[in-house]
């Protein structure tokens, strides 16, 4: 980071990999500025904070941020509890935000809109990599500024832009019309949002853990409310994705979710459809129809998009970026989780060499690295903002020498996983035909969820 070594470090987003990456430039010596467009931080978890994490409290904490916490005072939750997303907010992200050192660096209700390097556009080369960037950022008192930094480390996540419900990645013809018919991705069906589902028939989009997690609580609401209809479209010719690895999921939370749909299933309290890749929706009066692409057609009240994410890459369009073409994630990734072969956070501990990009000093870190993989793990998104603090203080060493401390049990001597739950190096992936793991190693690094192959194992 010679460009402009006393300028801070903008850091986009106020998430939980935001937040860390701010504990460990702090740490660094580094000038972290953080740029959160939510009114507070962990602002796209308040959409969920309903939803219980399927990963216990001791791998969602950043050493980092706890090393700051503890020197407040603050006492760790319980570290095999599960939180539900609320407990991370208020319990982990607030404290933290709240600290007089982030606290002081973080600005809310700031919406990043472009990010490119001071005084030139993308095509202009000479002297880049000594430019200190420009971050366009539009304020909550109406005002748009620009501010000039050494660095920006993007932990925007992906929250803001769900993936259409249209099966060519498309939106299907007519759901732009019929967006008041489509709730958000995560609603509360039996808390906040529960006057739009009892009582309708819901037609849960998805074979993801959102649409696990929803169709769950719809099945609960439908216990109170028997009128509530429970409808649940795939495009796969199977739920298998969903249904996961049962009691042989690294991460037993996730595993006991998968089972619980599948009884729901198997007990006709849930309508799945499987092969059913929408093509449009019809709004009527008061519901929609939601045609298949081989014209069967299902009639729903509300539509629940539980259809992923992907990344805002328009923010990011002055700068010179390397991209997998196929996940979105940065090109030596994208092999290593792409959901076609992956279907869990078996991913090798990674940082800033890895996550590096053309342009010199520009990292993108947390759920928005991983693109349209939709495996991210915060365990991960820590590591990788370890690394890149490091790197950006010019620590080449410590930036290289990428770990992730995992338990002694459990997570990384399963020996549920055959090939593809087996981490590649990034050549390896990358040059098999399938793009899978030729090789097996002997030992798991991640959260294995029992399925090997991804999507093409599961043709879901
Ligand atoms: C329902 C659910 C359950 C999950 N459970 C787990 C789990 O159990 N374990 C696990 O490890 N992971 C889990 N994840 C995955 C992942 O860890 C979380 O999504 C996590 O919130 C990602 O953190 P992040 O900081 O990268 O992004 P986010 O939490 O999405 O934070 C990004 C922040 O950036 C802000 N922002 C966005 N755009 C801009 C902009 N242009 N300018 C300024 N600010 C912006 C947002 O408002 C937000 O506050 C789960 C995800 C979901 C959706």
């Given amino acids: ?130 430019t200190p960037f420009t971050v366009r950022v539009e304020h909550a008192d109406g005002e748009t500024r620009d501010h000039t930094v050494a660095a920006v480390i993007d932990a925007s996540g992906t929250w803001s832009t769900r993936n259409p419900l249209g099966t060519s990645g498309l939106r299907a ?22 006057a739009a589902f009892a009582g309708r028939r819901v037609l849960v989009v998805g074979a993801g853990h959102s649409a696990a997690n929803t169709l769950i609580n ?102 010179r970026l390397n991209l997998d073409p196929a996940v979105e994630a940065p090109t030596e990734l994208g092999p290593l989780i792409d959901p076609e072969f992956h279907s869990c956070g078996t991913v090798p501990p990674h940082g800033a060499k890895l996550l590096a990009h053309p342009d010199k000093d520009f990292y993108i870190v947390g759920m928005k690295s991983y693109g349209r993989a939709p495996t991210f793990l915060l365990a991960t998104g820590y590591e990788q903002v370890r690394s890149v603090a490091a790197a950006l203080a010019g620590d080449q060493e410590s930036a290289d020498t990428v770990h992730l401390e995992l338990p002694e049990t459990g997570v990384c001597s399963t020996d549920a996983g055959t090939s593809c739950d087996v981490p590649a190096p990034a050549s390896r992936a990358a040059d098999t035909e399938s793009g899978c793991c030729a090789a097996p190693e002997p030992v798991l690094v991640g959260f294995p969820t029992g399925l090997a192959h991804g999507r093409s194992g599961t043709n879901n």
Avoid at 183 to 188: G, N, Q, V, Y
Avoid at 252 to 279: D, N, Y
Wanted: aromatic content about 4%.
């Fill in 1 to 130: 980071m010679d460009a402009a070594k006393n300028l801070p470090v903008a850091v986009i987003g106020a998430g939980p990999v935001g937040l860390a990456a701010a504990a460990h430039l702090l740490e660094r010596g580094l000038e972290p500025l953080i740029f959160e467009a939510g009114t507070t931080a962990g602002a796209a978890i308040e959409h969920w904070r309903h939803i219980r994490l399927f990963s216990p409290w001791r791998f969602n904490t950043d050493p980092a941020a706890v090393r700051l916490l503890e020197a407040a005072g603050w006492e760790a939750p319980r570290p095999t509890a599960l939180p539900y997303g609320g407990e991370l907010i208020d319990n982990y992200l607030a404290p933290l935000a709240a600290l007089p050192q982030i606290q002081s660096r973080l600005q809310t209700g700031a919406r990043v809109t472009a990010v490119t390097r001071q005084g030139m556009d993308k095509t202009h080369i000479r002297n880049r990599d000594t």
């Fill in 173 to 194: 013809i007519g759901e732009e019309a019929a967006q008041d018919r489509i709730s958000a991705p995560l609603p509360d069906v039996t808390g906040r949002d529960r």
């Fill in 218 to 319: 719809l099945a609960d609401l439908a216990r109170e409310e028997p009128d509530t209809r429970i409808l649940w479209a795939v495009r796969g010719d199977s739920a298998a994705k969903v249904y996961g690895g049962g009691d042989l999921d690294g991460l037993p939370a996730r595993g006991q979710l998968g089972g619980r749909v599948r009884r729901l299933v198997e007990a006709g309290k849930i309508e799945l459809h499987t092969g059913f890749g929408i093509s449009s929706i019809k709004s009527l009066d008061s519901s929609v129809t939601v045609g298949a692409v081989d014209g069967r057609t299902i009639e729903a009240d509300v539509v629940v998009p539980c259809t992923g994410f992907r990344p805002d890459l328009d923010i990011l369009r002055e700068l």
